[in-house]
């Protein structure tokens, strides 16, 4: 964010750098601690002003969708998806976002699309891992998940996706290896990790169970915790059996992430909590 700022400062009709800093605000809301309700209007801002600067800007069309359907305006997002492809067929940003308002196989379709122009977009080959989970793919899902551990081994989140994805695969022994491939870059990440880890060892060896849930109770009160890391702490949650607790977690979860929870009737994540009513309603 400083990075573009400081770009806009020096040429403030950079339509490009408007374009993407109304991503980045849009990201902060997931990677750090800043609410949507505070960075949308800025987020409409930046890709408002990119497009008056530039109004094929695809980046900017992109960005603006997102905001809206962050919101849950979702026809009026894909909308704007559909208008960015129709510009730019070629952009993978724009085949991964306008998935993310589609039912499960033309999302699939558009992820892979996405992958396929480009492969080191981390973000797609989450989604695309995703997308397998959801369909029940799990064995289809563990290459993107590999790769995507990869191209971000500092994401705590991407090493609890990969434990995951090898735990519903009942590789319970290389789940817990999994989160020896991170390589987290902030104290959050290092305290996911080592929750998470605990939380995995203790489905081989009950005897660490209560460790492992003080440790997940720890993270849960932190106030550094994103949206990422408060699905990580939920979903650590369920693994513990803790699914009351996972529960009641879940709405604030929402609120911070809506389009992260647009799957929660089919993310396996959550299938310990399907036959609660309130599960069924909050879906």
Known sequence: RGLLERAIALAPDYADAHATLARVW????????????EALPRVRAEADKALQLDPDNV?????????????????????????AIELDPS???????????LPLQPALGQTLEAVR??????AAQNNLGLY????????QAL?????????APHSADNALGLAQNYALLHRNADAVKAFDLAQPDTELGKAVIAASKLAYQSVLDPGLHARALAAVDALRERSDLDPFSMADVIQLYLVLGQNDTALALLPKYGVGSPVGCSDLGVNPTYRPLRGQPAFRALV
Not at 117 to 122: F, M, V
Request: glycine residues 8%; negative net charge; proline residues 3%.
């Open 91 to 101: 952009n993978a940003v724009a085949h991964l976002d306008y998935g993310t308002v």
């Open 26 to 37: 849009l990201e902060l809301t997931q990677y750090s601690t800043l609410t949507l309700q």
């Open 132 to 139: 397998y989970l959801d369909l029940g793919e799990y064995q």
């Open 59 to 83: 980046a900017a069309m992109t960005a603006l969708a997102s905001s809206v359907q962050a919101e849950g305006r979702n026809a009026e997002a894909r909308q704007g998806y559909q208008r």
């Open 117 to 122: 122009l480009d492969p080191r977009n981390a």
């Open 143 to 151: 290459a993107p998940a590999q790769v995507l551990m990869g191209l």
